[in-house]
């Protein structure tokens, strides 16, 4: 049986390069945008004993006051299955008093412990001098110097784990800070203390509680004297062992001067996310690319070396075209989440927090949103994820609703698709290329769309006080690159492998739906075309032939029904079927027009491109994408709700199907709505 | 005792209290400890949230909240 370990501190001190540095690439969940949000696992031996660390997210105090830290409360309360037998508390060298207010309470939880000071350099460069065997008599546990960056002390406290002790320090006493008698209040321990301002009063004996509650104290403040009365005593308790504090240069804001300058900041910051933008078209097109032609290259080779047959159809039009549809997006996906790494690691996504706070407020949210929106143009799942640094409840509401309504990395494929039909690739508007400049107002349509909803949703929710913004600024630093090409991989890997799975499935599915339908309809489509041919080519012949058969399958059944209610909006049955199979997820748009156009065995994107152009509506013989049809699809695929994993994940978020139900509801009629509106004035 | 808002940029204070229900345990656990002197670093325009640091800590809280923290001005 492994140990179970837990990682504790304060937010950006390092615990998550710890934690990589002492697992490798061995863990069990992706954990998203730089911080960590859920936590995440892995193992790791030393001398053959098996250790199973988690790394919980970062937290000032036991007693959570946002749905993240709300993640360590219930890691280690005592009827946790995960509760850890021993805790790494890792401190911020510059920072000891603050951070071991955090270990004290781990100390009052007597939970066996190894304290970590990290960023030993950083401090040692301000002056500050730690004396760790002093230190470590003070606490009563192994103290190690660490700096996780580079790996210095890596093998300390591997060593010191097997040395791990419930530390000494005893700080908990509510008789100092409650001006109540001291006899009453010596049989609260922490953890009952922890459960009262932790604000779950049902874990409380009765006998406690009516202590607790004969204090006439709210939780809020009686918290804020516990921290204020560690605080006081560590800072005199650490006199003895810590010195070179007092000059304390406060290094690593330099920036700030330019970063939240009142004119220089907001360019800079407009300068920034625009760069962020461009470079993930710019760095992508050449994997992609890549890819795409790889991809061809090996349908090519299986086209070549497969007996024809229904298996070969199945692997190449069914699973390769799947598998592209996947791996395609990989390049954008893992840049995207690299850009915003690097925002976030580098620090500078706080001050891009600061700068739009009162905007965001103006649409019922404050700026801690800014994460989930700007993840939201990678991935809705992770950016609703990123929505539990936000405490007050109907901000997070809101935030959760409108973050899919930004224009994620899955409506890119539909959304390039789409343009490059729309607009010829050589047009050119200055520096800018014209399809360049419509992809970059489609996601400023998203963008409005998300901030209209928050408005209305801000004007109409029942409104509880607001509780008050407020937010510590880290220091600027040096990406971690190992960090970031840890999270870079491990959400590449999770989408290949949690949205491939659906995707494929999907494909396989489809392309059974294309090419089957009720009795012998198929072969019947065939023969009637067949009968009817007088002086067609054989090309004419062919296309003819595979379209009526798609009409007749169970696929175009199910297009045609809902056609109907598509037509106000320009679409026909086609894209009705491609409307149904991308429900679970927009990319599958693409790889079901490929399946539905049959351009699947070239599996080039050109090529579909020139048969749908080519398409015509059977009555009218009028091209089925014209600018009115293709602009209302794009406008449709901005705001529907076309994504399981979304929903899911609201649900999960939530704790409940209502809101889920809600935005799919508002987003499906958001998009009838405005697709139907574009088409009509345009057609 | 003044207000926090009205406390000029590069201006040194200590703080004294804050009178906003469910920020007390906030402030104390990012170190905003009664006594401890804050800095005013900057102040974002259009009423934006102020910019605070002591030492290695630096947070920023909203102006209308800085309107219920109070401080004392450094006689030192």
Same mark, same amino acid.
């Given at each position: 049986?492994?140990?179970?370990?837990?990682?504790?501190?304060?937010?950006?001190?390092? !615990?998550?390069?710890?934690?990589?540095?002492?697992?490798?690439?061995?863990?069990?969940?992706?954990?998203?945008?730089?911080?960590?949000?859920?936590?995440?696992?892995?193992?790791?031996?030393?001398?053959?004993?098996? %250790?199973?660390?988690?790394?919980?997210?970062?937290?000032?105090?036991? $007693?959570?006051?946002?749905?993240?830290?709300?993640?360590?409360?219930?890691?280690?309360? *005592?009827?946790?299955?995960?509760?850890?037998?021993?805790?790494?508390?890792?401190?911020?060298?510059?920072?000891?008093?603050?951070?071991?207010?955090?270990?004290?309470?781990?100390?009052?939880?007597?939970?066996?412990?190894?304290?970590?000071?990290?960023?030993?350099?950083?401090?040692?460069? !301000?002056?500050?001098?730690?004396?760790?065997?002093?230190?470590?008599?003070?606490?009563?546990?192994?103290?190690?110097?660490?700096?996780?960056?580079?790996?210095?002390?890596?093998?300390?406290?591997?060593?010191?784990?097997?040395?791990?002790?419930?530390?000494?320090?005893?700080?908990?006493?509510?008789?100092?800070?409650?001006?109540?008698?001291?006899?009453?209040?010596?049989?609260?321990?922490?953890?009952?203390?922890?459960?009262?301002?932790?604000?779950?009063?049902?874990?409380?004996?009765?006998?406690?509680?009516?202590?607790?509650?004969?204090?006439?104290?709210?939780?809020?403040?009686?918290?804020?004297?516990?921290?204020?009365?560690?605080?006081?005593?560590?800072?005199?308790?650490?006199?003895?062992?810590?010195?070179?504090?007092?000059?304390?240069?406060?290094?690593?804001?330099?920036?700030?001067?330019?970063?939240?300058?009142?004119?220089?900041? %907001?360019?800079?910051?407009?300068?920034?996310?625009?760069?962020?933008?461009?470079?993930?078209?710019?760095?992508?097109?050449?994997?992609?690319?890549?890819?795409?032609?790889?991809?061809?290259?090996?349908?090519?080779?299986?086209?070549?070396?497969?007996?024809?047959?229904?298996?070969?159809?199945?692997?190449?039009?069914?699973?390769?075209?799947?598998?592209?549809?996947?791996?395609?997006?990989?390049?954008?996906?893992?840049?995207?989440?690299?850009?915003?790494? *690097?925002?976030?690691?580098?620090? %500078?996504?706080?001050?891009?927090?600061?700068? *739009?706070?009162?905007?965001?407020?103006?649409?019922?949210? /404050?700026?801690?949103?800014?994460?989930?929106?700007?993840?939201?143009?990678?991935?809705?799942?992770?950016?609703?994820?990123?929505?539990?640094?936000?405490?007050?409840?109907?901000?997070?509401?809101?935030?959760?609703?409108?973050?899919?309504?930004?224009?994620?990395?899955?409506?890119?494929?539909?959304?390039?698709?789409?343009?490059?039909?729309?607009?010829?690739?050589?047009?050119?508007?200055?520096?800018?290329?014209?399809?360049?400049?419509?992809?970059?107002?489609?996601?400023?349509?998203?963008?409005?769309?998300?901030?209209?909803?928050?408005?209305?949703?801000?004007?109409?929710?029942?409104?509880?006080?607001?509780?008050?913004?407020?937010?510590?600024?880290?220091? %600027?630093?040096?990406?971690?690159?190992?960090?970031?090409?840890?999270?870079?991989?491990?959400? /590449?890997?999770?989408?290949?492998?949690?949205?491939?799975?659906?995707?494929?499935?999907? /494909?396989?599915?489809?392309?059974?739906?294309?090419?089957?339908?009720?009795?012998?309809? $198929?072969?019947?489509?065939?023969?009637?075309?067949?009968?009817?041919?007088?002086?067609?080519?054989?090309?004419?012949?062919?296309?003819?032939?595979?379209?009526?058969?798609?009409?007749?399958?169970?696929?175009?059944?199910?297009?045609?029904?809902?056609?109907?209610?598509?037509?106000?909006?320009?679409?026909?049955?086609?894209?009705?079927?491609?409307?149904?199979?991308?429900?679970?997820?927009?990319?599958?748009?693409?790889?079901?027009?490929?399946?539905?156009?049959?351009?699947?065995?070239?599996?080039?994107?050109?090529?579909?491109?020139?048969?749908?152009?080519?398409?015509?509506?059977?009555?009218?013989? *009028?091209?089925?994408?014209?600018?009115?049809?293709?602009?209302?699809?794009?406008?449709?695929?901005?705001?529907?709700?076309?994504?399981?994993?979304?929903?899911?994940?609201?649900?999960?978020?939530?704790?409940?199907?209502?809101?889920?139900?809600?935005?799919?509801?508002?987003?499906?009629?958001?998009?009838?709505?405005?697709?139907?509106?574009?088409?009509?004035?345009?057609? | 005792?003044?207000?926090?808002?009205?406390?000029?940029?590069?201006?040194?204070?200590?703080?004294?209290?804050?009178?906003?229900?469910?920020?007390?345990?906030?402030?104390?656990?990012?170190?905003?400890?009664?006594?401890? $002197?804050?800095?005013?670093?900057?102040?974002?325009?259009?009423?934006?949230?102020?910019?605070?640091?002591?030492?290695?800590?630096?947070?920023?809280?909203?102006?209308?909240?800085?309107?219920?923290?109070?401080?004392?001005?450094?006689?030192?």
């Amino acid at each position: 049986m492994a140990i179970k370990l837990a990682i504790l501190g304060n937010p950006n001190i390092g !615990k998550s390069t710890l934690f990589n540095r002492l697992t490798g690439l061995q863990q069990k969940a992706g954990n998203f945008a730089g911080v960590t949000i859920e936590k995440k696992s892995g193992e790791f031996s030393v001398n053959g004993v098996y %250790y199973e660390l988690t790394d919980l997210p970062g937290t000032y105090s036991l $007693i959570p006051k946002s749905p993240d830290e709300e993640v360590v409360f219930n890691h280690l309360a *005592l009827d946790s299955t995960q509760k850890p037998e021993v805790i790494i508390v890792v401190l911020d060298a510059s920072n000891l008093e603050r951070n071991l207010v955090l270990f004290s309470q781990v100390a009052d939880l007597k939970i066996p412990s190894v304290v970590a000071i990290n960023m030993v350099d950083v401090a040692e460069n !301000k002056g500050i001098k730690i004396d760790s065997d002093g230190l470590s008599r003070l606490l009563g546990c192994p103290v190690v110097m660490t700096n996780a960056r580079s790996g210095k002390g890596l093998d300390e406290v591997k060593s010191s784990l097997g040395k791990a002790r419930v530390p000494e320090l005893n700080l908990f006493k509510p008789e100092e800070f409650l001006d109540s008698p001291s006899s009453a209040l010596q049989l609260i321990t922490f953890r009952t203390w922890l459960n009262w301002v932790g604000h779950k009063p049902e874990l409380l004996d009765s006998k406690s509680l009516e202590i607790l509650k004969e204090l006439n104290i709210s939780p809020d403040l009686a918290q804020a004297r516990e921290t204020i009365n560690r605080y006081r005593k560590l800072k005199f308790l650490l006199k003895s062992v810590i010195s070179g504090t007092e000059a304390r240069p406060n290094s690593g804001f330099g920036f700030d001067s330019l970063a939240l300058h009142p004119i220089f900041g %907001y360019v800079l910051m407009l300068f920034i996310l625009l760069g962020v933008f461009e470079a993930i078209f710019q760095l992508s097109n050449y994997p992609m690319e890549l890819i795409d032609g790889l991809m061809a290259n090996g349908i090519d080779f299986l086209n070549g070396i497969l007996p024809e047959g229904i298996f070969k159809r199945l692997l190449i039009e069914g699973v390769m075209a799947g598998i592209q549809g996947i791996v395609i997006f990989v390049p954008q996906i893992a840049i995207l989440f690299f850009l915003i790494g *690097l925002l976030e690691e580098s620090g %500078y996504m706080a001050r891009v927090m600061i700068l *739009l706070d009162r905007l965001m407020k103006k649409i019922g949210l /404050s700026g801690k949103a800014i994460i989930p929106l700007i993840s939201g143009v990678a991935c809705a799942v992770p950016a609703i994820m990123a929505t539990r640094n936000i405490s007050n409840s109907r901000e997070r509401l809101i935030a959760i609703f409108i973050t899919p309504l930004m224009s994620c990395s899955a409506r890119l494929p539909v959304f390039t698709l789409l343009i490059g039909m729309l607009v010829s690739d050589s047009a050119v508007y200055g520096p800018f290329s014209m399809q360049g400049l419509v992809l970059f107002s489609l996601y400023l349509i998203g963008l409005f769309g998300a901030i209209l909803t928050a408005w209305i949703l801000d004007r109409f929710m029942p409104s509880k006080e607001s509780t008050p913004f407020i937010l510590e600024i880290p220091p %600027y630093q040096k990406p971690h690159w190992r960090n970031l090409w840890f999270s870079v991989f491990q959400k /590449s890997k999770a989408f290949v492998f949690e949205a491939g799975k659906v995707i494929l499935a999907i /494909s396989i599915l489809l392309w059974m739906m294309a090419g089957f339908g009720p009795g012998n309809s $198929i072969e019947n489509a065939e023969l009637k075309i067949k009968a009817n041919q007088k002086s067609m080519t054989a090309d004419e012949l062919n296309r003819q032939v595979s379209s009526a058969k798609l009409e007749a399958s169970y696929a175009g059944i199910a297009g045609k029904w809902i056609e109907p209610a598509l037509q106000p909006m320009g679409f026909d049955w086609k894209i009705g079927v491609a409307l149904i199979t991308s429900f679970a997820a927009r990319e599958v748009f693409v790889g079901t027009m490929s399946v539905l156009y049959a351009s699947g065995a070239e599996g080039e994107t050109e090529q579909l491109k020139v048969r749908m152009k080519a398409a015509k509506h059977p009555d009218s013989g *009028l091209p089925v994408f014209n600018p009115a049809c293709i602009l209302s699809l794009l406008i449709f695929y901005i705001f529907a709700m076309q994504c399981m994993s979304t929903l899911a994940v609201s649900y999960r978020e939530t704790g409940s199907w209502k809101w889920p139900f809600y935005q799919l509801v508002y987003m499906t009629g958001l998009a009838f709505g405005a697709s139907t509106l574009v088409f009509q004035i345009l057609k | 005792m003044v207000s926090l808002s009205v406390l000029p940029a590069n201006h040194q204070a200590l703080f004294v209290s804050c009178q906003i229900p469910g920020l007390n345990a906030k402030l104390a656990d990012l170190g905003m400890i009664p006594g401890t $002197i804050w800095k005013i670093v900057n102040q974002i325009p259009f009423s934006g949230p102020l910019v605070l640091s002591n030492g290695p800590i630096r947070i920023s809280v909203r102006k209308e909240d800085a309107d219920f923290i109070f401080m004392e001005e450094n006689s030192k």
